[in-house]
Structure formats: C-alpha cells, structure tokens
C-alpha cells in the first residue's frame, strides 16, 4: 500500500521561508517521480514542481527561483523548501509519486492525471 505523509506547513510571513517534507512508503521510491502539487483558496489543485527518479526537477513558472525541490532515496523522502514567500503561496500543498514521468502540457506543466498516488496535504499559510 502507498503512503506519502507530508509534514512541514505553517503559517509564516511575507518574505519568509518553509521546508515541506514528504515521506514516501510502499513504493520503490527511487525508481519514482515525486511532485508537488497546491490548492490555493477558491482555486483548483495546480502543479508547482516535480523531481524526476534521476534527480532532474521542474518548477511552474510562478515559484521558479523561489523554490526548491530535492529528494533522498536512502530516506524515501522529498523536499519542497520554499522561500521568498508571498500571500498567493497560501494553500494546502500536497505530495505525490508514480512511477513514470511523462511529458508535460504545452504549458509547461504536470497534470494530477500523471500522477497515481497522493498524501493528504499541509497547510502553508502567507500572511502578515
């Protein structure tokens, strides 16, 4: 059975910086994919990065050069540290694997469809 448990969310001020963790079981976690994925406030579930099995990592426009994702698979664990945070960070923000990586939409970006398996979010909260 697979299980991703994310941990790390909280509230923090503009500016400031969170790590979220995820750790991943019931997998071959170092032949997997690991995402991240969020869900602002009234808005649906959007891609924000992606670490392939061989270590390569993908960001959505908005968060690249603010946030960074890296993976331990001696630990089955990614990583999301996120930092420069602003309010439109705000959401829960999810973790999730699949063993293949395909290719993403025209927009540059990952689906929920590309992924199978998901743990049950952490809420990041930006405000002052």
């Known amino acids: 059975q697979v299980q991703l448990v994310e941990s790390g969310g909280g509230a923090v001020q503009p500016g400031g910086s969170l790590r979220l963790s995820c750790v991943v079981s019931g997998v071959t976690f170092d032949l997997n994919a690991v995402a991240w994925f969020r869900q602002r406030p009234g808005k649906e579930r959007e891609f924000v990065s992606v670490?392939?099995?061989?270590?390569?990592?993908y960001y959505t426009n908005s968060v690249k050069g603010r946030f960074t994702i890296s993976r331990d698979n001696t630990k089955n664990t990614a990583w999301l540290a996120m930092n420069s945070l602003k309010p439109e960070d705000t959401g829960v923000y999810y973790c999730?694997?699949?063993?293949?990586?395909?290719?993403?939409?025209?927009?540059?970006?990952?689906?929920?469809?590309?992924?199978?398996?998901w743990g049950q979010g952490t809420q990041v909260i930006v405000s002052s």
């Open positions: 670490i392939a099995y061989n270590g390569m990592a």
């Open positions: 999730a694997t699949d063993q293949f990586l395909g290719s993403p939409a025209p927009s540059g970006d990952w689906s929920e469809r590309d992924f199978g398996s």
